[in-house]
């Protein structure tokens, strides 16, 4: 079974970026549709970002135009590139992979947004 591990979180100033990555063990890692979601405190878990097994992505309309979803099924590992970001994108970042019955969560990596 494919297991997530999320990478790359941090405090970051208002306008800067940061690269988060899930790298996912096990195999079959291509057929799988990848997430990104977000819960900040005292609110529900949002989607950011999906990316399908052929490439295809969508946004939240938070989020586009500043962060990217792409993924390298060679390293088996999703990457959310972030830019531009606001305090208002402080919150736990989660990785999630689905396919057929399997619905996967990564444990979530802090990114905080602050000057």
């Known amino acids: 079974q494919v297991q997530l591990v999320e990478s790359g979180g941090g405090l970051v100033q208002p306008g800067g970026s940061l690269r988060l990555s899930c790298a996912a063990s096990g195999s079959i890692f291509s057929l799988y549709v990848m997430s990104w979601y977000r819960q900040a405190p005292g609110k529900q878990r949002e989607l950011v970002a999906v990316i399908t097994s052929g490439g295809g992505t969508n946004y939240a309309d938070s989020v586009k135009g500043r962060f990217t979803i792409s993924r390298d099924n060679a390293k088996n590992t999703v990457y959310l590139q972030m830019n531009s970001l606001k305090p208002e994108d402080t919150a736990v970042y989660y990785c999630?992979?689905?396919?057929?019955?399997?619905?996967?969560w990564g444990q979530g990596t802090q990114v905080t947004v602050s000057s």
């Open positions: 999630n992979g689905r396919r057929a019955a399997a619905n996967l």
